[in-house]
């Protein structure tokens, strides 16, 4: 009877204190922020009355001591961050369930760790004390150590070691890339280590590498070296081979991509045709030297033009532009090719304008005599162009076509000979389309015009010149004093002016 009453007893009171033990519910989620911002660690309990208290405790290592945080809503760490308490316990929820939040702001690397949420019970054993962890992570972005060189300076056919030290939570991937964007010395896009070797140094090899640690906490750090090798010259033709019309006026340009380092001296020759020599080619009339700086080209890259001016018949043939330095020596082989029209860049284009050159001499003749009328033209090739002579010998009368090109449209027959005739010349760079009057007289006297017809031209933009012949009578002088040296001549000028389109300037030709 006692030991039922006893046991009855007891299962009260056990019943008793096991309905009132406070727990800690649910597990307590990991909090994962970054450097700065604020962390929520939540503990949710029921049953809890007084005495029974819920504390907050960090472990600040692994095995150094608690550091007690909070007792219910009571914080103990008065620290105050960027004008904020450091910690806040905030209290949710009704008697039967409490959610204790512990607040942590202005995260710092230190705030990582575990965190303890226990309920103390003044009346048992501390082991007995109902606890769970929670885990704050604080993510740091990567760092990369800056003690390497920015800058690595090697022979060719050396081994080297790029080295990046990073740090950052979680530890970040290191991946190696170039800065060109082309494949690294042993393949592949991207090399992933710290540490990465590359042997046998090449040339090519030269330029920045990219070292980029990245823990998917933003952002990624990078860092820079410069990888510059010592090397012997490497001479590229742009374009090997060029082809240019000649005694056009049109000039051929070759075109050297030169790497080395230290720099090398670049020298230009042409081979000789008989000899089979190569002779070296000076900065003159006739060549143009250059050396010209281009952004896209690495520091050790330089961009060397030859331009052949105004191509002759003998310019055809093989030219090479070589680089030097004291590790070496290489070349690069041009070829210069006749072609019938212009070629390149700097050709005149289609709907170019020919051009009246200016010089066209005078003509002051004695009756009887003939005269010569020089129209000198360039770029007439490039162009469905006609030269046209044309007469005005009178003021008031119409104008008189004498010639279309070399055709002669006036079929007058003085002394046995044709009265005009047009005789074309070529000279270097133009065309010259020589009008012939013979078997002068007075009546021969007038303006004469050298006009370049265009057909999809207005008439008024089509080029001309006009000339003024004068006939001067003979004098039949009689006895010892005559004059001998020439005779009294009248001069007179005319001056014709036109323009081109919009865009042509105009040119003022004259002639006596
Ligand atoms: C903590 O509780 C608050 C309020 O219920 C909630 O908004 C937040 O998402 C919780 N945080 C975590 C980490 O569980
Ligand atoms: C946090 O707890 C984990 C196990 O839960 C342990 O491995 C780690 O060492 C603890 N960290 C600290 C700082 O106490
Ligand atoms: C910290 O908490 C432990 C256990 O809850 C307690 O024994 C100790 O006295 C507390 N220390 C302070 C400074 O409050
Ligand atoms: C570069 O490394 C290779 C392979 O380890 C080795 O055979 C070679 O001797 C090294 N060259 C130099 C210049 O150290
Ligand atoms: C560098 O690479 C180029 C092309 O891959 C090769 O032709 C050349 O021989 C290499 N130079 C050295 C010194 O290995
Ligand atoms: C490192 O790279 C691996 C493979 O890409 C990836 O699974 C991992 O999440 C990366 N680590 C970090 C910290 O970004
Ligand atoms: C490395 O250090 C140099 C000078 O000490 C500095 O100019 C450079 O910005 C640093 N680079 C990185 C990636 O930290
Ligand atoms: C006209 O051109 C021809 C051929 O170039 C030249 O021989 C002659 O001397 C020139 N005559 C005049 C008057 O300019
Ligand atoms: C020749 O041209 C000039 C100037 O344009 C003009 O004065 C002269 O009358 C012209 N002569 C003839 C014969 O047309
Ligand atoms: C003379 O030339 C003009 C312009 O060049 C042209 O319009 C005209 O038809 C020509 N006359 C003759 C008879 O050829
Ligand atoms: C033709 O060109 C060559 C070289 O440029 C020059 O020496 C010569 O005088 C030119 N001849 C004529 C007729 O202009």
């Not at 150094?64 to 620290?79: A, L, R, Y």
């Not at 209290?91 to 204790?100: A, E, I, P, S, V």
């Not at 270097?428 to 020589?434: A, H, R, T």
Request: glycine residues 6%; contains cysteine; proline residues 5%.
């Amino acid at each position: 009877m006692i030991n039922m009453l006893t046991a009855v007893f007891l299962s009260s009171i056990l019943c008793s204190v096991f309905a009132a033990r406070p727990e800690i519910v649910d597990d307590i989620l990991p909090e994962v922020k970054r450097l700065g911002q604020t962390a929520y660690l939540n503990c949710s309990v029921i049953n809890l009355q007084s005495p029974a208290q819920l504390q907050w405790l960090k472990k600040t290592s692994p095995t150094g001591p608690q550091k007690n945080i909070s007792s219910d809503e009571t914080v103990f760490i008065d620290e105050v961050v960027e004008g904020k308490r450091k910690y806040d316990v905030v209290k949710y929820g009704n008697t039967n369930r409490l959610m204790y939040q512990l607040i942590i702001r202005s995260l710092t690397e230190t705030d990582a760790g575990n965190y303890t949420c226990q309920i103390y019970l003044p009346n048992q054993n501390y082991k007995e004390w109902p606890q769970k962890l929670g885990v704050l992570t604080v993510q740091i972005p990567p760092t990369i150590k800056n003690d390497s060189l920015a800058s690595i300076t090697v022979n060719e056919g050396q081994n080297i070691t790029l080295l990046c030290e990073a740090q950052g939570n979680p530890a970040p991937n290191i991946t190696w890339k170039r800065a060109d964007g082309f494949p690294l010395p042993n393949g592949g896009f991207q090399q992933r280590g710290g540490i990465y070797k590359v042997y046998q140094i090449n040339a090519t090899d030269r330029g920045q590498f990219i070292c980029i640690a990245d823990n998917n906490v933003k952002p990624p750090a990078s860092y820079t070296v410069q990888l510059v090798v010592i090397f012997a010259p490497y001479c590229t033709a742009v374009q090997d081979t060029v082809g240019q019309a000649q005694n056009r006026r049109f000039h051929a340009k070759f075109e050297c991509l030169v790497a080395a380092n230290p720099r090398a001296e670049v020298i230009w020759y042409k081979e000789n045709k008989a000899t089979r020599e190569k002779e070296q080619i000076q900065d003159n009339d006739k060549y143009k030297l250059e050396q010209q700086d281009d952004q896209r080209l690495k520091a050790d890259e330089k961009w060397y033009t030859l331009e052949i001016k105004n191509v002759q018949g003998n310019d055809y043939g093989d030219y090479y532009c070589t680089g030097k330095n004291e590790h070496g020596e290489n070349q690069a082989q041009f070829q210069l090719f006749e072609t019938m029209d212009c070629q390149g860049q700097n050709c005149p284009s289609v709907g170019a304008i020919p051009e009246i050159e200016d010089d066209i001499l005078p003509e002051v003749k004695k009756q009887g005599q003939t005269a010569y009328l020089n129209c000198s033209i360039i770029h007439l090739l490039h162009f469905i162009a006609k030269v046209q002579w044309i007469k005005q010998t009178s003021p008031t009368g119409p104008p008189k076509n004498i010639s279309s090109d070399e055709t002669v449209l006036i079929d007058e027959v003085v002394g046995g000979q044709m009265k005009y005739d047009v005789v074309k010349y070529r000279s270097n760079d133009s065309d010259i389309y020589q009008l012939i009057i013979r078997s002068l007289m007075e009546t021969d006297a007038g303006n004469y015009t050298c006009q370049i017809y265009l057909p999809n031209w207005d008439y008024e933009d089509w080029p001309q010149t006009t000339c003024v012949l004068t006939v001067q009578k003979t004098m039949k002088c009689q006895g010892q004093n005559c004059p001998t040296g020439k005779a009294p001549a009248s001069y007179q000028v005319s001056i014709v002016t036109f323009m081109f389109g919009l865009t042509i300037s105009f040119s003022i030709r004259y002639c006596f």
